[in-house]
């Protein structure tokens, strides 16, 4: 026999009792939802760990630039030691969106490179290259000045500059400039002769 209360928790009417022609809604009082407090609590979590992620995707965002610099520095330097492996002159094609190295062949023309990491690269939405500034005298450049390996005119037009490494370790000396959309400043990626001659620096040095 239940209770009372038990009764009238668990049907509206007494069904059992077949002298009653009823339809029986049965509550299940073991389950429950959430209560105001719990959903607070939740949105509150959900609050804090946005703001706690905000400026990690600020910071990633600041880094590309520097990350890109230092992705070409590498790329450069390790252009400097296939040209003097190869015994082959080896340049880069600074593009303002993207870039790639090219090889001399036996014919005297330039061809692109489609190994990795000399191939084509395209860089971020928010990354280019504004410039390429050669400082001293002479430039050994000068050899190939007329020569052209832009794929068409929309190419030719958006090439910033060259820099060849040539087999005998030596490049002219250039600075070439990386600007960002999101950041106000730039960094530059220094080109001198020598060993560790390719470095990333903050700013234009005086």
């Known amino acids: 026999m239940l209770s ?15 002298s009653m022609d009823c339809v ?4 299940d009082t ?24 905000a400026p990690s995707f600020i910071s990633m965002s600041d880094a590309d630039i520097s990350e890109e610099a230092r992705r070409l520095q590498q790329v450069l330097r390790l252009a400097s030691e296939e040209a003097q ?8 094609m600074a593009l303002k969106e993207t870039y790639y190295l090219e090889s001399l062949a036996g014919d005297k023309q330039w061809q692109k490179l489609s190994e ?22 002479f430039s050994r450049q000068m050899e ?36 960002s959309s999101r950041e106000t400043g730039e960094l530059l990626l220094q080109l001198r002769p020598g060993p560790g001659g390719i470095r990333v620096v903050e700013d234009d040095p005086s």
Not at 119 to 129: E, F, V
């Open 4 to 18: 009372p209360l038990t009764q009238s928790a668990t049907s509206v009417v007494d069904c059992n009792n077949p």
């Open 24 to 27: 029986c809604e049965t509550y």
């Open 30 to 53: 073991s389950q429950s939802g959430f209560t105001l407090l719990e959903i607070l609590v939740v949105i509150t979590l959900i609050a804090i760990s946005a703001a706690m992620m």
């Open 85 to 92: 492996l190869t015994g082959t002159p080896i340049r880069l």
């Open 116 to 137: 990795t990491p000399f191939n084509s690269y395209a860089l971020p939405a928010n990354i280019t290259i504004s410039a390429i500034q050669f400082s001293g005298g």
């Open 144 to 179: 190939f000045e007329e020569e052209s390996s832009a794929d068409d005119k929309d190419e030719e037009m958006e090439l910033v500059g060259r820099i060849i490494f040539w087999p005998d370790g030596m490049l002219d000396a250039a600075d070439l400039t990386m600007l």
